[in-house]
Nanobody
Framework: VQLQASGGGLVQAGGSLKLSCAAS????????MGWFRQAPGKEREFAAA???????YFAESVKGRFTISRDNAKNTVYLQMGILKPEDTAVYYC?????????????????WGQGTLVTVSS
């Protein structure tokens, strides 16, 4: 599976942004999909995930502000981000992992996109 993330950019605090991640291959629907982020000088952290069946899971830091969805017909997963804060500034990566229970651990994901930069100004 090859992943291509897009949609990053510069946004003011309180604003919103929608990221997309397009996947190649015929088996997209079989994968759990996740979004991770890495802020400058920090380790990569989990943001959100969606199982192949549509169950979702969010980090506490984004719960209530971000939503994750997928369109299996388009082989695409989305991350809708709202009420953005300067601390949301990071490179956002999408990832694909085997079906089953969804997990916040990056080790559960086998394929990674190249990342898209989100910058939130105060």
């Amino acid at each position: 599976v090859q992943l291509q993330a897009s949609g990053g950019g510069l946004v003011q605090a309180g604003g919103s942004l929608k990221l997309s991640c397009a996947a190649s291959g015929r088996t997209f629907s079989a994968y759990n999909m996740g979004w991770f982020r890495q802020a400058p000088g920090k380790e990569r952290e989990f943001a959100a995930a969606i199982s192949r069946r549509g169950s979702t899971y969010f980090a506490e830091s984004v719960k209530g502000r971000f939503t994750i969805s997928r369109d299996n017909a388009k082989n695409t997963v989305y991350l809708q981000m709202g009420i953005l804060k300067p601390e949301d500034t990071a490179v956002y990566y999408c990832a694909a992992g085997p079906g089953g229970f969804i997990d916040s651990s990056s080790r559960r994901y086998d394929y990674w996109g190249q990342g898209t930069l989100v910058t939130v100004s105060s």
